[in-house]
């Protein structure tokens, strides 16, 4: 079975610095997806970046940014010019690419904090 | 466009009563998963649904807990005689096809308590 670690249950940054977020992974399967998700205190899940295993190119979204080292199953999400409302938990999900089992697999989830 | 939509956003149970939570799909969508969130812990799957067939329901647990997505009218996750370890939020996200190159849209949850 997938599983998905994150290894920082907290993590804070200074406004307008930049923070990574870890996520390590763990699969035998060469055809999968790799999310990012921000849950803010209202609870919905916003998906923040995604990354297909095929592209070699790391997947970028305005501030957002990751490191997808595929032979280390490392999957990190750099946050550039930190905001105040990137303030969230932070989730790496997993999701098998073949059909009929798409389900996704969250890690534990990482609390970032933005300090003023 | 309407979202996800799920209700009630705030359901509160004594224990061994019934819970329904409900879902929306977005317009066009006919695939639902349910997840489930423990307090301070990652979205767990419970279950996936396509119109009138259960797809997979490997994370659901074998008691108490039923899903349902009729050809008409939104999708049910039923949990019968509740207990205190039952209280979660619990999400359902929507997709259009079948892949995993589609996204999944989550609704904003259903925050259960069980007294």
């Known amino acids: 079975a997938q599983t998905v670690t994150q290894s920082q249950p907290e993590m804070s940054v200074q406004e307008a610095e930049t923070v990574t977020l870890s996520c390590t992974y763990d699969?035998?399967?060469?055809?999968?997806?790799l999310f990012w998700y921000k849950q803010p205190p209202s609870r919905q899940m916003i998906l923040v970046i995604r990354q297909e295993a095929y592209k070699q190119q790391n997947a970028t979204e305005n501030r957002f940014s990751v490191n997808f080292q595929k032979a280390a199953k490392s999957f990190s999400l750099k946050i550039s010019d930190s905001q105040l409302g990137d303030a969230a938990m932070y989730f790496c999900?997993?999701?098998?690419?073949?059909?009929?089992?798409?389900?996704?697999?969250f890690g534990q989830g990482t609390r970032l904090t933005i300090n003023p | 466009n309407a979202g996800v939509m799920q209700n009630p956003r705030h359901l509160v149970r004594r224990r061994g009563q019934e819970a329904r939570l409900r879902c929306s799909p977005m317009k066009g969508h006919s695939h639902v998963y349910w997840y489930r969130q423990l307090p301070e812990e990652g979205l767990k799957f419970m279950v996936y649904?396509?119109?009138?067939?259960?797809?997979?329901e490997s994370g659901m647990p074998k008691e108490r807990f039923s899903a349902e997505f009729p050809k008409e009218g939104p999708s049910i996750l039923r949990i019968q005689q509740v207990v205190r370890g039952d209280s979660a939020a619990y999400f359902c996200?929507?997709?259009?096809?079948?892949?995993?190159?589609?996204?999944?849209?989550f609704g904003p949850g259903t925050r259960l308590t069980v007294t």
């Open positions: 996200a929507s997709q259009t096809g079948t892949g995993g190159h589609y996204e999944q849209y």
């Open positions: 649904l396509q119109k009138e067939n259960i797809i997979d």
């Open positions: 699969t035998s399967e060469s055809d999968y997806y």
């Open positions: 999900a997993y999701r098998r690419g073949i059909q009929g089992a798409q389900k996704l697999v």
